[in-house]
């Protein structure tokens, strides 16, 4: 399975993107799929995860401002970003696991196997 990101760029504060990754090569063997982010200097951290069946979990800095969407007959996963804050800056990683991600490691990029390249966000006026 490949993962293929894409929708980022450079928008002010306040804007909104929305983030596509395309699942290729027996993507309908993939359960979850999440969203990460990667400051420069920083941690990879966890955005959204999409487990299967509708169960969707956000990190506490994004949620109420992403939303996360799985489009199983199209194979991708999207993410609304909406009232984007320049601590959003960041290059967004969509990543895949085979089997569904048990809760208490949906937040964990270890948990994951397959990743794609990275789109970069910037949010700055």
């Known amino acids: 399975v490949q993962l293929q990101a894409s929708g980022g760029g450079l928008v002010q504060p306040g804007g909104s993107l929305r983030l596509s990754c395309a699942a290729s090569g027996g993507s309908g063997s993939v359960t979850s799929m999440a969203w990460f982010r990667q400051a420069p200097g920083k941690d990879r951290q966890f955005v959204a995860v999409y487990r299967s069946m509708g169960s969707v979990i956000y990190s506490d800095s994004v949620k109420g401002r992403f939303t996360i969407s799985r489009d199983n007959a199209a194979n991708t996963l999207d993410l609304q970003m909406n009232s984007l804050k320049p601590e959003d800056t960041a290059v967004y990683y969509c990543?895949?696991?085979?089997?569904?991600?048990?809760?208490?490691?949906?937040?964990?990029?270890?948990?994951?196997?397959?990743w794609g390249q990275g789109t970069l966000v910037t949010v700055s006026s």
């Open positions: 990543a895949a696991k085979k089997n569904r991600v048990i809760l208490s490691a949906a937040r964990t990029p270890e948990s994951y196997e397959i």
